[in-house]
């Protein structure tokens, strides 16, 4: 079974930096594409960044482009989403997600992916 556990959020003011992890386990993940996504309150559950696990290719969200990146230790199975110049609107709860089916290239919707953390709340102040 496959499991994800993500670590990092905080309350932090803007301008700030956040490093957020997601350690996996339950399976070899080298065919997966691992995401992460947030929920803003009272807003669907959003794209933020996936990567390809094996390859390493990303892709960000525009919102995000160029203060986000997200990376993965592949030796110990750990995602990470690096977050600078952090703003007010970035304040939500932050998720971990992961699927062995879906492609990295088009996956971009919450519904896409089978796993899921318990996610970790990011707290922005002005």
């Known amino acids: 079974q496959v499991q994800l556990v993500e670590s990092g959020g905080g309350l932090v003011q803007a301008g700030d930096s956040l490093r957020l992890s997601c350690v996996a386990s339950g399976e070899s993940f080298s065919r997966y594409t691992m995401a992460w996504f947030r929920q803003r309150p009272g807003n669907e559950r959003e794209f933020v960044s996936n990567i390809k696990w094996s390859a390493g290719w990303s892709k960000h969200a525009d919102s995000v482009k160029g203060r986000f990146t997200i990376s993965r230790d592949y030796a110990k199975n750990t995602l990470y989403l690096q977050m600078n110049s952090l703003k007010p609107d970035d304040t939500a709860v932050y998720y971990c997600?992961?699927?062995?089916?879906?492609?990295?290239?088009?996956?971009?919707?919450?519904?896409?992916?089978?796993?899921w953390g318990q996610g970790t709340q990011v707290t922005v102040s002005s």
């Open positions: 997600a992961a699927d062995g089916k879906v492609a990295w290239a088009t996956a971009f919707t919450y519904d896409q992916y089978e796993y």
